[in-house]
């Protein structure tokens, strides 16, 4: 994962090793577990993209293996480990890893734990306390994997079937086809992903249909993620540091998309009338989109809890979102024309910068966006032959309350 241009360069060359923090891990699953003890119980937890010298998510489960009741855990490395290798007396005799002759081959590797043992007590948690636990049994397996860990690869697919829920942070670059395979083998999942990845085609009519939604915990801020030691960062830069010998980057819009049921999901969003909204907030009546018959609002916080219509609002209102109280109609861009069709085009218009130059894009940019008359003198807009300006709203998901 990564954030702007970091995010970009790791997209480009799949360097989407980012590991996620033990206590961001710790609270989103234990969300799930105070709303329902059972969810994870007599249950196999396969994490498909996570190395188990380097994943917060192999020490959380085997740490609280015996706390959520789980069934199994199976974990695979996506991509080999520099450092498996040099640690593999660590874990004892179990069924494990046959050392090879001449120079030790890196392998992407497998962990299957059955059963784990209480740790040592002494109040720090580390690779050394897991290989305790292990070595206390011989129930469990440490194994190379015959390719290289791709989820996608035949191998690791054949212990997806296993399982019955998937837990890990999967490669950005890649999240569209993971979230595939997760429907394509019918899997309850928690995994990390991008706020931009709401609006992809593929992800986005999972949401409207209410077969993915946000988790808990992630509100599409930025997060701390370690990342591999030779992964290019500057010290002293905002977005990124050194801590304990360990690099970080800083992490924008990341959020846990699931199928699992948690409680947020079924609170209330606390709201004002409309009346109430213009007399305390907005000081102004909501505008009404030039090209959609719904309100602007650009506020989660200050959609009326009155109002009858369509509503336009931002992405980061699937956060809040509780499918009791909301329906979620469609979105711009995003094939919303069924229940909210857009009732205008701007080809004969084109773009302006605020210092009045042209961009050399027709209004067709502008199509199936929400747009609003005016200009609000902070970023481009579009203008026709007869002087007639409207601007684009950030995307926005058209919404209406449910009838009680």
């Not at 249950?43 to 959380?60: A, I, L, Q, T, W």
């Not at 959520?68 to 004892?92: D, E, M, R, V």
């Not at 992407?108 to 059963?115: G, V």
């Not at 959020?255 to 409309?274: A, C, I, K, Y």
Request: net charge positive.
């Amino acid at each position: 994962m990564a954030n702007s241009s970091n995010f970009n360069k790791a997209k480009k060359l799949k360097s989407d090793e980012f590991y996620t923090q033990y206590d961001d891990i710790q609270k989103e699953i234990e969300a799930y577990f105070e709303y329902n003890p059972d969810t994870f119980r007599k249950k196999v937890v396969y994490c498909n993209c996570d190395d188990p010298f380097e994943s917060n998510f192999f020490r959380y489960f085997v740490l609280n293996f015996d706390k959520l009741g789980l069934k199994q855990l199976i974990t695979t490395s996506y991509k080999p480990s520099p450092i498996a290798n040099t640690q593999l007396n660590l874990f004892g005799d179990d069924k494990t890893i046959k050392k090879s002759k001449g120079r030790p081959k890196i392998n992407a590797n497998k962990f299957i734990i059955n059963e784990v043992h209480d740790i040592d007590g002494d109040g720090e948690f580390n690779l050394k306390d897991v290989a305790k636990q292990l070595k206390a049994n011989k129930n469990n397996e440490w194994a190379p994997l015959d390719g290289d860990g791709d989820f996608r690869s035949d191998e690791c697919i054949n212990l997806l079937k296993q399982s019955d829920i998937v837990v890990t942070n999967p490669p950005f670059s890649l999240f569209r086809p993971y979230v595939k395979q997760l429907f394509n083998y019918n899997k309850n999942f928690l995994i990390i992903g991008n706020l931009n990845a709401i609006t992809y085609k593929e992800i986005f009519p999972l949401i409207k249909s209410n077969k993915l939604w946000l988790g808990v915990t992630m509100d599409g801020r930025n997060k701390w993620f370690q990342v591999p030691d030779d992964y290019p960062i500057r010290e002293n830069v905002a977005n990124s540091k050194i801590e304990g010998g360990k690099k970080f980057l800083f992490v924008k819009g990341c959020l846990w998309f699931t199928n699992l049921d948690h409680g947020r999901r079924h609170q209330s969003l606390p709201l004002m009338t409309e009346a109430d909204v213009i007399k305390f907030a907005t000081k102004k009546p909501f505008k009404k989109y030039d090209n959609y018959n719904a309100i602007e609002v650009s506020l989660v916080k200050n959609i009326p809890s009155d109002y009858k219509g369509i509503m336009g609002v931002p992405i980061s209102f699937l956060i809040k979102y509780n499918p009791e109280q909301f329906e979620i109609l469609g979105a711009t861009q995003r094939g919303c024309h069924d229940e909210v069709p857009d009732t205008k085009k701007y080809n004969d218009y084109w773009e302006v910068r605020q210092n009045g130059k042209k961009t050399g894009s027709s209004g067709g940019k502008t199509n199936e966006n929400a747009n609003l008359i005016g200009n609000d003198g902070k970023k481009n807009y579009f203008i026709n032959k007869k002087g007639r300006i409207i601007q684009s709203a950030f995307q926005r998901i058209f919404i209406k309350h449910r009838k009680k």
